[in-house]
């Protein structure tokens, strides 16, 4: 995976300590190893990255209380944001450590998360941060600040971006990494984005925001502001190649323009999109204009594989046409998450199997029955090893699943069942 995709055969992988010390063919490999894990009829791959997670939404699985809802801004109204306003810090940890147990049996090791939890919001990136280093995993962290709920909490969420990505910048922990969490521009208003922008500054961060995910966001910042979403965004300071712009599902060519000339990335997440039925982003016209869009799931699920293949089948409705978006659908998982993951994980390097880079890797069960090599390896990505087991996870050196076991420092049902006790409780508070 990466920019020069290779697949190398009868060769092996040396990890110490959390970096993948080197490559090389088999035969030069001698002398002892602390473990040796056979990786005969597997595919051995970086770990995944998902661009654009909501840890926080785990407990809604299953919840049928929430009122139909006929567009996006009833998702939001009559879920998400009576959802969010119930969560304790002890939710915000149960929910973050079920869908990671999960990511490791998927195969994927590094997030990019957006959290809510307006009325628990001090110290809940630092819970998410304890959840992730206890399965092991990789995440970097926001938290999504909007005026909905009025400017206490509009100002406890600046301060708890502020201080996190503070105490990111000292601690330099390869794992754990911080954003500047906005909701998105038909949330926020311009005295609090001023705000954000100057808090910012100097913290040498970028910004996370839904953006034009919707067209009411479109339609509300035409309206109210006189500008496009994305233009509104570049007004403050807030496009650059450090901050993400989730969905760009409605945005115009000039909007295009502006993300590219600024090298903002955009994280497309196609099953959500389905699924709030607001449209589908359009590819092709942004990998064109030379915006690096990565892929994310917006929490609909953690295999990226899974997300992978959706991409491509809307892609091909979307545009009636079955050839179309192919490279530029493969390029958001096998390129371009590795792009942006390492504008934030730069230290460590993630999404691709090199010497020096992280030992995030993991083996998919495969013995291809079709001829197998660079050329042709994305269309086995999608369409072989995209249905295969993931088999084995190892994160920053660490074995995680072996065999499809877990090896985690806690147990997947003992968490489950603490979720379960506090889903319940939710529930009576939704
Ligand atoms: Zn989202």
């Known amino acids: 995976m990466g920019e020069k995709n290779k697949v190398l055969t009868g060769h092996s992988l040396l990890i110490e300590g959390d970096k993948i010390k080197k490559i090389a063919p088999d035969k030069t490999f001698k002398g002892k190893y602390d473990q040796v894990i056979d990786a005969h009829g597997k595919v051995v791959m970086p770990g995944f990255i998902n661009a654009h997670m909501h840890?926080?939404?785990?407990?809604?699985?299953?919840?049928?209380?929430?009122?139909?809802?006929?567009?996006?801004?009833?998702?939001?109204?009559?879920?998400?944001?009576?959802?969010?306003?119930?969560?304790?810090?002890?939710?915000?940890?149960?929910?973050?450590?079920?869908?990671?147990?999960?990511?490791?049996?998927?195969?994927t090791t590094t997030f990019i998360d957006h959290h809510a939890s307006p009325f628990a919001i001090t110290g809940s990136l630092e819970t998410i941060a304890k959840a992730v280093k206890k399965v092991g995993l990789r995440a970097s962290l926001c938290y999504e600040l909007s005026d909905r709920d009025g400017q206490k909490i509009s100002d406890e969420g600046i301060a708890e971006n502020a201080n996190f990505i503070k105490k990111c910048n000292k601690e330099k922990d390869p794992q754990i990494k911080a954003l500047f969490g906005l909701h998105a521009s038909f949330t926020i208003k311009d005295k609090t984005r001023e705000k954000a922008v100057e808090a910012a500054s100097g913290l040498k961060t970028g910004f996370h925001v839904h953006t034009a995910e919707a067209e009411s966001d479109q339609a509300y910042n035409v309206k109210n502001f006189k500008k496009r979403v994305v233009n509104r965004l570049n007004s403050f300071g807030i496009l650059g190649p450090k901050t993400i712009c989730a969905h760009c599902v409605h945005i115009n060519p000039k909007e295009m323009d502006l993300l590219a000339e600024t090298n903002t990335a955009v994280v497309h997440n196609p099953q959500s999109n389905m699924n709030n039925a607001v449209g589908v982003a359009n590819l092709p016209a942004m990998a064109k204009k030379g915006i690096t869009v990565g892929l994310g799931t917006d929490a609909m699920t953690v295999n990226m594989l899974e997300e992978l293949r959706a991409a491509m089948w809307i892609r091909h409705l979307a545009d009636k046409n079955p050839?179309?978006?192919?490279?530029?659908?493969?390029?958001?998982?096998?390129?371009?998450?590795?792009?942006?993951?390492?504008?934030?994980?730069?230290?460590?390097?993630?999404?691709?199997?090199?010497?020096?880079?992280?030992?995030?890797?993991?083996?998919?069960?495969?013995?291809?029955?079709?001829?197998?090599?660079?050329?042709?390896?994305?269309?086995?990505?999608?369409f072989g090893i995209g249905n295969s087991t993931v088999d084995t996870t190892i994160a920053s050196g660490k074995v995680l699943m072996q065999n499809k076991k877990l090896k985690l420092d806690i147990d997947e049902e003992k968490v489950a069942a603490e979720t379960l006790k506090l889903s319940k409780k939710l529930w009576e508070r939704f």
């Open 323 to 382: 050839g179309s978006g192919f490279m530029e659908v493969l390029s958001t998982l096998a390129i371009n998450n590795a792009k942006i993951a390492n504008r934030h994980f730069g230290d460590s390097g993630v999404g691709i199997l090199k010497e020096g880079f992280a030992a995030d890797v993991i083996l998919v069960d495969y013995f291809p029955w079709t001829p197998f090599d660079e050329t042709n390896f994305f269309g086995h990505l999608c």
């Open 55 to 107: 840890f926080y939404s785990t407990q809604v699985c299953g919840l049928g209380k929430a009122a139909p809802s006929k567009d996006f801004n009833q998702v939001l109204k009559n879920l998400w944001w009576r959802l969010d306003k119930k969560l304790t810090l002890e939710d915000t940890y149960y929910s973050t450590l079920m869908p990671l147990i999960t990511a490791v049996k998927k195969g």
